[in-house]
Structure formats: structure tokens, C-alpha cells
């Protein structure tokens, strides 16, 4: 079996940051496993700005912010970047299987870093009464549809939640011609940053609730319309405060989970509630020499953070490899 | 006249106070860096925002290029803006950075700029 100094599954802002860190901290020996055909994550789909601005001190697309560390990436020959790759199975001595086009490939990692970002909550998770027509949507598969695909999902939306995605989505469906009928939020402030409700909603007059939540979703095949109520301090439905709005498609932005199956099957402690690992110090976890970073560690506000606390990620499996490298 | 603002120049989105006199911005108070008043004089008196987009690729892997204006367009034009994305075609490969269109809706100096490479793939 082949045996690897450290390998990193993951190569988004997370992954990318962290290979580049450990070489940077004299891992002479790194391989990054990405299951899409492309470097760069979650950023390829982010086409709008507000990147870098931390990071880079400029401001940049998700792409473009994406390219600086693919270039730092493909500069390295101690980095083998394998694309394709989807990672299974994941033991707790670090044994990791993986498939690849036409074969699977098992590893042994004497260092690890999980850099596998986070997805998003559904429907099913924050309890939507109704029927299960088409047209409901994650607000990050939307964009993916849009940015990537060249695919509308629909052309009358209702967004809930106001997470950052479903807010840039807003705008990003508007600009193609959809007509965003309102974002509805259950708390008394977004969930998002300020900077995206004054550019993507009230840049285009688009409704934004506050304090509402949707009740029911209509629709046999296809999403006809939603319900949607105030809701009292307590998050419960104020009756007589409903009202109908007639739509094609539902998007949800309402939080993302950290993705951490794989450790969880590694026997790595996971908080059930929030889905990250457990403990005490950034990007650690309770097996030794397996590291956490990024959005799979905590979910992040920005991809900036991201990538700095990935590059401690890198430094932090440095140091172990040190380590056992003199012990052994 | 007294404005309300959020500046949308980087995350922490400051709460902006902007007076007005005449259309023209006279004072800016809540700000926590200089970008903020820069924002505020903009944002009242010529708002704009930088646009981005994707444009149909021929003959790549990738059907999108994402794309943008080099600099902030004026926000009454961004529908316009949308149009004319819409007509464009890449045909070429292209690096991050390079000029897809020149002085774009007739603004000398405008450019719409590619923001990711367009390669086939290895």
C-alpha cells in the first residue's frame, strides 16, 4: 500500500491554503484529493465579488481568488493534486479509499487534513408544511444551475431564509431575468452580511420580511405559491397574519452543516448538533495527526477566514509530522 | 437632508449617517475606515457597482465563463449591462484577467474582464 506524508482531501479555500502552508512549513510530500474536476471548491460557482479582501487586500471573485492559490498549487511539484477523486472510506489509523475514474485507489496517510467544507440545510430541517412539488431548491444549487450549468432553475422565486447565498442568489436570478417575489426571514435581522441585503435585495426593490416564516408550500408537480405568516418573539405563528404568494420555485438559505461523515466514521468526536468535530483548539480533533480546517471545522462567514485558519491547519500538521518523524 | 447608509465597501458593513445638501454629500459620520465616505459621496451622488456575470463558452468544457467589469458600472445601467453580457461569445481560450470586451455600453475604459481560465481539460 502506498503510504503518504500527508494527504488532504479537499480543495477548496480550505485544502488549497492548508497544502500550501505545510509545504511552506516543509512537507516535502502532499497529496490533495478533490472529487470535482476542478480546483477551487465552492469559489467556482461564487462568481460575484467580495473575496479577498482580508486575504489579498483586493477585492475578487470567488474564481479569481480561487486561481491565486491553483497557480501556488500547480507551482509546487510536491503537491500532487489528484482530481476526480471521491473519497469513501476513512479508518482510524488514517486509511483512506478513494474512487478515481476507472479504479479505486487506497492511501495511507501518516498525517491528515480534512478540508471538506460544509453543506446546506434543507427543507426537511426546518420543517415546511406543504406538498413535495419540484421547484424547491438550496440556494447553493441554484447558483451551481446558473453559474456553472447555465440552467434557470425558475422564474418566480421565493427565497427563504437570508443567508448570504440566498441573498447573492437574489440578485443572480434577478440579473437573469427571474423575478424574486420576496425573501422571508424568521428572525429579526439577516443571517447574512448587511453589504449583501443593500447590494443584492434592496438594489433591486426586492421584498424582504423580516420576523415571517414560510407555512406550507403549494404545488402537485410543480411549486404553485407558499404561505407565509408573522411570527411572535417566540418564533411561533401569529395567526391571522397570513398571506399567499404565487411562485415557481423555492429557495432555502437558511444554514449549513459542517461535512464531517467521514471522520465521524474514522471515530473522530462529532457534536451531533453542530456537526463539527469536538475541540479545544482550532483545526484539532480527538485523534491525533487528524486535522479539521475550514468550513468542515466551523462554518465560516467568509472564505478569507477560511483560508487563513487553513494555513494554521498546515502548520499544525508540519509540526506533528515532526514529531512522529523523531519518534519514530 | 440626513441619509441612512450601510457601506458596502468590505464585511463589517458600517452604519453610515450621510448629509445632504443640494444632492451633494457634506458630511459622513460612522465610518470606520475611509472607504466608508468614499461609499457615501458614490452611493448618493453617482451610485454604481461592479457587475458580474457568466458568458456562453463554444467549444470548451465549461459552458459559463464567469466575467467581470474591471470597475464599478452606474447602477442604472446594470440592466443594459445584462443585455449586452448577453451577446457575448467566447470562442478562445482565455487566462483570469484578460480583456473579453473594451469599453463596455460605450464607457471608455470599461472592460469586462474574464475570471477564471478557459482551457480544455488535460
Do not use: W
Amino acid at each position: 500500500m502506498i503510504e503518504r506524508e500527508l494527504v488532504i482531501v479537499g480543495a477548496g479555500p480550505g485544502g488549497m491554503a492548508a497544502a500550501i502552508s505545510a509545504y511552506e512549513n516543509g512537507v516535502r510530500d502532499i497529496l490533495l484529493l478533490e472529487r470535482d474536476q476542478y480546483p477551487g471548491g465552492i469559489l467556482n460557482q461564487c462568481i460575484h465579488t467580495g473575496f479577498g479582501l482580508d486575504y489579498f487586500k483586493e477585492i475578487l471573485t470567488g474564481p479569481e481568488y480561487a486561481e491565486r492559490f491553483i497557480k501556488k498549487i500547480k507551482a509546487i511539484p510536491e503537491i500532487e493534486l489528484s482530481l476526480r477523486s471521491f473519497v469513501t472510506l476513512l479508518t482510524g489509523d488514517k486509511l483512506l479509499t478513494y474512487f478515481k475514474p476507472g479504479r479505486i485507489e487506497t492511501v495511507k496517510a501518516r498525517c491528515l487534513i480534512m478540508a471538506t467544507g460544509c453543506r446546506e440545510k434543507t427543507r426537511e430541517m426546518v420543517h415546511i408544511g406543504g406538498t413535495r412539488p419540484s421547484g424547491i431548491f438550496s440556494a447553493g444549487l441554484a447558483q451551481k444551475l446558473i453559474n456553472i450549468d447555465g440552467l434557470l432553475p425558475g422564474e418566480e422565486i421565493v427565497i427563504v431564509g437570508s443567508g448570504d447565498i440566498g441573498l447573492i442568489m437574489a440578485r443572480r436570478f434577478t440579473l437573469e431575468g427571474a423575478k424574486v417575489k420576496a425573501v422571508i426571514e424568521i428572525q429579526d435581522k439577516t443571517r447574512g452580511l448587511l453589504r449583501n441585503v443593500v447590494q443584492c435585495v434592496t438594489d433591486f426593490d426586492i421584498p424582504l420580511y423580516f420576523n415571517h416564516k414560510i407555512v406550507k408550500i403549494f404545488g402537485k408537480d410543480r411549486v404553485t405559491g407558499v404561505s407565509v405568516a408573522r411570527v411572535d418573539s417566540d418564533m411561533r405563528e401569529v395567526t391571522g397574519t397570513g398571506f399567499k404568494i404565487d411562485c415557481d420555485t423555492v429557495l432555502l438559505s437558511v444554514g449549513l452543516i459542517p461535512e464531517n461523515e467521514l471522520i465521524e466514521m474514522a471515530g473522530v468526536r462529532i457534536d451531533k448538533k453542530t456537526n463539527c468535530p469536538v475541540s479545544d483548539e482550532t483545526n484539532k480533533t480527538s485523534v491525533p495527526g487528524l486535522f479539521v480546517c475550514g468550513n468542515a471545522f466551523m462554518v465560516y462567514d467568509l472564505a478569507d477566514s477560511v483560508s487563513k485558519d487553513s494555513e494554521a491547519a498546515g502548520r499544525l500538521a508540519a509540526e506533528y509530522l515532526k514529531k512522529i518523524g523523531r519518534a519514530g | 437632508m440626513k441619509k441612512k447608509l450601510i457601506c458596502i465597501e468590505c464585511p463589517k458593513g458600517c452604519s453610515l449617517d450621510v448629509d445632504i445638501e443640494n444632492c451633494r454629500v457634506v458630511k459622513v459620520t460612522g465610518a470606520q475606515c475611509p472607504k466608508g465616505e468614499k461609499y457615501a459621496i458614490s452611493e448618493i451622488e453617482d451610485p454604481k457597482r461592479i457587475l458580474t456575470a457568466t458568458i456562453l463558452t463554444k467549444g470548451f468544457p465549461l459552458k459559463l465563463l464567469p466575467v467581470r467589469t474591471d470597475q464599478p458600472i452606474p447602477k442604472a445601467r446594470i440592466a443594459d449591462a445584462m443585455k449586452a453580457i448577453r451577446k457575448l461569445r467566447v470562442t478562445k481560450r482565455v487566462k483570469t484577467g484578460e480583456v473579453i470586451a473594451r469599453d463596455f455600453l460605450g464607457i471608455p475604459g470599461v472592460s469586462v474582464l474574464a475570471t477564471r481560465d478557459l482551457e480544455m481539460l488535460k
